[in-house]
């Protein structure tokens, strides 16, 4: 039996060159070799420079290392929110986010907007006193996005809040502008296609000074994974804690083989492969893009409302060794999401495709 | 040339059994799996039972996945105390768990011992009001260790205060008995052999009501990881985040090996190699134990005061591809610590005392 190919929004299937890699880290022992050794931060300094390159990350800007994209909604909420963040909210992710903040204590506000839809930047009003404003770029639940334009207007509009953007799912595909915003997060088992157990958190000197004046008048930024410590840490090249160091290591080669491969490429295939998805979805009576608005249909995230049962056409594409996901939440039975990251072959999503254009 | 075998406490040498659990968990897929899926769930039952067998944790405690161990200092405090914390502090981690407890705002009360000993029980002076006493059992960075027996001391003479206990560098080795505690934690680093990115926290049923309480009360217990939030998903065998999936997976796998060899041989094992290496260090003029009182010394974690400087000998025992650690902090250079983990085999113990008494 061939292995089936995860076509999952998350985790999702091993960037292609992941295999080698783990076996050229058992040889060299990352599993075994100490978090405050050399060779721990040669690992860390590639991956930090690696990520910066793929992603046109400004030098200034800082990488540290959580256990998880949704430790890093803690932590942002923690370190740059003394009392009032807003929050973008279409969906279940962003909603999880504007929670998160409430459940810290914050006086937490959101747009909402219609799930399937992004919010109206028009509609917006945040009051003088809000810190920071929550972008979900890319909503996992509903293949939502917010465009580079919208983050725009919002960053001219309100210069004095930090931004912050929450590119999960859609990075390393999508091309932010990292002047525009001031914090943006992922996890590594989407787009960069690793195993599961690290996000990655970019932020600029404006969130440092934030934190640093948080802690100044005493509030509880939090412990080992405040900015000050993980900026201290990550001065030597290392974190508070003991890491995922296999993990940040899997990271630093991925990023490199993505820059090798060209950013350029990448996103031109993930392009490629949305309109070959979309066009699919969109000519079959069977199905139709959640997401109606075109501007607003993610790339890398795809999903679909169904006629049929999702479980139905899960299992059907499942023997042919093509696992893709079901809707979200509520939309479990009537919707499939289906990932298109950079591991994802044309051929694979072409056999998708037309399998979705032959019901 | 011949790979090193990693003796540092932490970090360590892999299991000798997780090269072969990565090649298949490639082979399955595990990486790509969805969290939310019955596969994750049989690999967290799997994992959650075996250490529970393996330990022998009553079937009725619980059993979380964080980031790791450090983290696990936040959360216990988060969770478990209001405003006042006692912690047994005789060397850098159990000061760094006093430390958390301080920065989340609560009095941290301490009973300090000099490094290189452990604290005296008689000594301990709590108020009634005091919530949680912190026993560090393995203190990592000197290798001294509270005993079992002065842990029963403290269990009788507190039956209404929480009991945690750090066993991060002694478990599986140590038979706790968690009758007598109520939560411990563990990182799978160091004598679990695994890669490192995974802490694993124990708990009863006193510490989950503790944790509501104190929600009940509005104090901020964290949000993703608070003790609830940690249980919801539990219950359903999974995690609120996406976690460390492999880690999980070769947790499961190396607990069920060590099942298999019997937990009872690994505790002979341990103590027949801490044996050969006290004798070597003991009758060496060039070293000396840095735990005097023989029934404080660590059989985990071996710590040895040298005349010579440690990066001499580390770099003699790194030519003869044993990789050993050095002196912790301000001890970096006159003192070596070895680490004697379950992976490490009887010959590979010897080999590092035949050298040292050669000295």
Redesign the interface.
Known sequence: MN??V?L?P?????YFT??EH?KQA??D???????RSKAFEAIYCEAVENVKNLLNIPEDHHIFF??????I??RIIQNLVATESYHLVNGSFSERFH??SF???RTAHKLQAEEGTSPDINKILIGENNELIAITQNETSTGAVTTLEDIAVIRNAFPDMLIAVDAVSSLPYINLDYNQIDTAYF?V?KGFG?????GVWILNERCIAKAEELASKNY?I????SIPSLLKSGKKNQT????????IYLLAKVAGDMLFKGIDQIRRETEYKAAVLYNAIDNNQHFKPFVQNPVHRSKTVIVAETTKNSKEIISQLAAKGLEI?SGYGPYKENQIRIANFPTHSKEQIEMVADWLAAQ
Do not use: M
């Open positions: 292995k089936k995860y999952t998350g985790p999702s299937e091993l992941v295999e783990i058992l040889k022992s990352v599993g075994a070799i100490s978090h959580t256990g998880s994209a949704t430790e909604w803690e929670e998160i459940q810290l204590g996890s088992q690793l195993p599961a157990g690290l509880n939090g412990t080992y994974h508070p804690e003991t890491p995922n160091v296999l993990g996901g």
